[in-house]
């Protein structure tokens, strides 16, 4: 019996709501979970692969100080273009799935609404995060990235050792910029012996 009214009430609720629209909010959940996991899970994978990189290089061209030197900041390189590359794609992937609910015919309106301040939410974060890596590479970091997400922010610089100094200075940039507090700040050291 109580299986059965649990089953009539799960399909009023469906009949009210609409099959489509709750396929299409099941979908942009998914997604959101599954961009998540790529920049969590590629970013230890991708530490990884450089390692790999940068061993067969070494093993290739010799062992002298000047070829790893130029293997350890190509890795350097390839990492931030690869961070950089991923949020991207994340952010564009996340962009299309929102644009999708915001234009569909079928999708209640308050999912609407959410999509498109989701949308605009993305937007500012990726406006606020360019801003921040400006300001932090004008400081004299050679390479930075900034991911915004949750309320929180990290920030991966190239460096061989952050000084007190520096920490205070990106913890200010980011707190300027977004108005993200220091305890929801992450900084990652991206150096030759984490490569």
Do not use: H
């Not at 469906?14 to 961009?35: D, E, H, N, R, S």
């Not at 308050?110 to 974060?125: E, N, P, V």
């Not at 932090?136 to 007190?164: H, M, R």
């Amino acid at each position: 019996m109580k299986w059965e009214r649990i089953k009539e009430k799960a399909n009023s609720v469906i009949g009210k709501i609409g099959k489509k629209t709750i396929v299409t909010v099941c979908t942009v959940f998914v997604l959101g979970c599954a961009v998540v996991l790529n920049v969590i899970l590629y970013n230890s994978g991708d530490e990884a692969e450089d390692g790999m990189k940068l061993a067969v290089d070494l093993k290739g061209q010799g062992n002298t100080e000047t070829t790893q030197t130029s293997s350890d900041s190509t890795a350097i390189s390839s990492y931030f273009q690869t961070m950089s590359l991923n949020r991207q794609q994340a952010r564009d992937e996340a962009m299309e799935v929102l644009m999708a609910v915001a234009e569909s015919q079928t999708a209640l309106e308050d999912a609407k609404a959410a999509a498109l301040s989701d949308m605009s939410r993305l937007a500012t974060d990726i406006e606020t995060e360019s801003n921040i890596e400006t300001m932090i590479l004008s400081k004299g970091f050679t390479q930075c990235i900034a991911v915004i997400s949750d309320g929180g922010c990290n920030v991966i610089v190239e460096s061989e050792g952050l000084a007190p100094g520096e920490i205070a200075q990106i913890t200010e940039i980011v707190y300027e910029q977004s108005g993200i507090l220091p305890e929801n700040l992450k900084i990652v050291e991206k150096n030759t012996t984490n490569t």
